[in-house]
């Protein structure tokens, strides 16, 4: 398995293509400005796209989700507590960011599944387990995957906006709660080995025992 990120558009969104050796791909959080990068790589990789996962529905994560999955002619995956803003993004955002929204109009991909908690996702030969993990939204999920490595089998989780390098997400848009974000830490992040990797939508990857120690947000949980 194979993955490659970068960031996209004014908010520095991570959009990670996920691939596996026979070029089955899966693209997460296509971002503002992130659909001609995406088509370039898949293409000079000569990928298949399967899907477009998506960790949560906030604006940054979602702008060009429509685009790259209906170019694809794949589904986009997202929960359904936060699937109202693939047309609606407005609904989850700020006033002042709202006001950004003008003149731009937002539409559903042509085909849209919701994940739940505990689903397990399938493409070509790469399987995802999901997690609801809401707080920084209320529809947040986790995808975790397995990775193998010259030193075993490792554990990658792309968490979106819930577990940074040294943070956590905010919880102060429209369905946000801090409280509840920290208990989703604590239960679906937490309870994995150290050395699990954490691919985060902004900022540099982690893992699980940096976090546990080095993270002033964590402390007591």
Same mark, same amino acid.
Request: net charge negative.
């Given at each position: 398995?194979?993955?490659?990120?970068?960031?996209?558009?004014?908010?520095? @969104?991570?959009?990670?293509?996920?691939?596996?050796?026979?070029?089955?791909?899966v693209?997460?959080?296509p971002?503002?400005d992130?659909?001609?990068?995406?088509?370039?790589?898949v293409?000079?990789?000569?990928?298949?796209?399967?899907?477009?996962?998506?960790?949560?529905?906030?604006?940054?994560?979602?702008?060009?989700?429509?685009?790259?999955?209906?170019?694809?002619?794949?589904?986009?995956?997202?929960?359904?507590?936060?699937?109202?803003?693939?047309?609606?993004?407005?609904?989850?955002?700020?006033?002042?960011?709202?006001?950004?929204?003008?003149?731009?109009?937002?539409?559903?991909?042509?085909?849209?599944?919701?994940?739940?908690?505990?689903?397990?996702? @399938?493409?070509?030969?790469?399987?995802?387990?999901?997690?609801?993990?809401?707080?920084?939204?209320?529809?947040?999920?986790s995808f975790? @995957?397995?990775?193998?490595?010259?030193?075993?089998?490792?554990?990658?989780?792309?968490?979106?906006?819930?577990?940074?390098?040294?943070?956590?997400?905010?919880?102060?848009?429209?369905?946000?709660?801090?409280?509840?974000?920290?208990?989703?830490?604590?239960?679906?992040?937490?309870?994995?080995?150290?050395?699990?990797?954490?691919?985060?939508?902004?900022?540099?990857?982690?893992?699980?025992?940096?976090?546990?120690?080095?993270?002033?947000?964590?402390?007591?949980?």
């Open positions: 398995m194979r993955i490659v990120g970068f960031p996209a558009g004014m908010f520095q @969104t991570n959009c990670y293509i996920v691939s596996d050796d026979a070029g089955d791909c693209i997460v959080d971002g503002q992130s659909e001609e990068l995406v088509r370039r790589q293409s000079e990789a000569g990928l298949r796209p399967r899907a477009v996962l998506l960790t949560h529905g906030h604006l940054d994560h979602i702008w060009n989700a429509q685009q790259v999955a209906d170019h694809y002619r794949v589904p986009a995956y997202i929960h359904p507590d936060d699937r109202e803003m693939l047309s609606e993004p407005a609904k989850a955002l700020s006033l002042d960011l709202a006001a950004m929204l003008k003149g731009h109009t937002f539409v559903e991909p042509a085909e849209v599944v919701e994940v739940f908690d505990g689903d397990r996702l @399938t493409f070509g030969t790469m399987t995802f387990d999901v997690d609801h993990v809401p707080g920084h939204s209320v529809g947040s999920v975790r @995957t397995t990775v193998e490595t010259e030193e075993g089998p490792r554990e990658v989780v792309i968490g979106g906006d819930v577990l940074f390098q040294d943070g956590v997400g905010r919880s102060d848009l429209p369905g946000g709660d801090h409280e509840v974000l920290l208990q989703s830490i604590a239960k679906k992040f937490l309870v994995l080995d150290d050395d699990a990797v954490v691919l985060p939508g902004h900022g540099p990857s982690t893992t699980i025992g940096r976090e546990r120690r080095a993270n002033p947000f964590l402390r007591g949980l």
